[in-house]
Each structure stands twice: as structure tokens, then as C-alpha cells.
């Protein structure tokens, strides 16, 4: 799902905004779920990943971390990309390593085996998205089958 010849991104960019923002939200292709990055804490709140069902804007997703995080209020910055590549390249180009490296800066905790849940349940996701569409499952159309003996 990615090569010399998808989709361009830049790295850099995507840093800074992990490193300026409160919240990062990340869509894939492989399914409706996003994946919520919220790097506030306290000493009550710890940051948070993990996958999130969509909202309908971004206040809606202010609002809705406001009540399931008090402590922390509403959000002052956020931002959203969709990943244009496999969620195994997600992980290779080092964007949640970045994720990661901030909480451990900011608030001296690990949240690798929260994003390696995540990661493996987004793969999950993939997975069953190629397979659904390699068998023509509902939601895709297959243009051409084996023929039956």
C-alpha cells in the first residue's frame, strides 16, 4: 500500500505538529476509526492513545474529550491527517516513535504498549479490509472470479 510511487507526506511536518499540538488525530483508509493521540497530563490524567469512533467536526471531538478527560478541559490545539500508506509504514516512518519520545519528555511515561494495541489492532483492521475486498465481500464489487469445477 505504499512505494516510491504513492502517496508524498512530509515527515518533518508531521513532528512539529505531534511536537505543537494537543491533540493529533490520524484517519486511515482501512477503517472509520481514528487514531487519538491526546498529549495533555496531569498528575490525575495521564496522555492518552488510542482508536476513537469519528466525530462530526472538531468540536464535537473537543467537547467529547472535555467530558472524558475533566481535569485536563478542553483541548486549545488539534490537528488531523489521513495516512495516506499501510499502517506497517506508519509505524516504520517513526510517527508514533514521535508520539512516544513526547509523552516520555513531557511526562515521563511509556506509552509503547499503548501503541503497539493500537498498531496491532489497526493491522487487525487492515487485514480485514484486503480480505474483504479480495473476496468480494459487501462493500466491494469483484470484477472477475475463478471459475467453479
Not at 5 to 25: H, K, N, V, W
Not at 44 to 61: D, I, K
Not at 64 to 75: C, F, I
Not at 110 to 128: A, C, G, H, P, S
Amino acid at each position: 500500500m505504499y512505494g516510491e510511487d504513492g502517496p508524498s507526506f512530509d515527515l518533518r511536518e508531521i513532528a512539529r505538529a505531534i511536537d505543537e499540538t494537543d491533540i493529533l488525530i490520524i484517519g486511515f483508509a482501512v477503517c472509520p476509526q481514528r487514531l487519538l493521540a491526546d498529549l495533555r497530563g496531569d498528575a490525575a490524567t495521564p496522555p492518552l492513545v488510542e482508536l476513537v469512533e469519528p466525530l462530526g467536526s472538531a468540536q464535537e471531538r473537543a467537547q467529547w474529550l472535555a467530558t472524558r478527560r475533566p481535569s485536563l478541559g478542553v483541548p486549545e490545539r488539534s490537528v488531523f491527517f489521513a495516512w495516506p500508506h499501510s499502517i506497517d509504514f506508519l509505524g516504520e516512518a517513526g510517527v508514533l516513535a514521535h508520539v512516544a519520545e513526547r509523552a516520555q519528555r513531557e511526562h515521563g511515561i511509556d506509552m509503547q504498549d499503548e501503541i503497539d494495541r493500537v498498531l496491532t489492532r489497526l493491522r487487525l483492521l487492515e487485514r480485514d479490509l484486503i480480505r474483504d475486498a479480495i473476496r468480494g465481500s459487501e462493500g466491494f464489487e469483484t470484477l472477475w472470479s475463478r471459475a467453479r469445477a
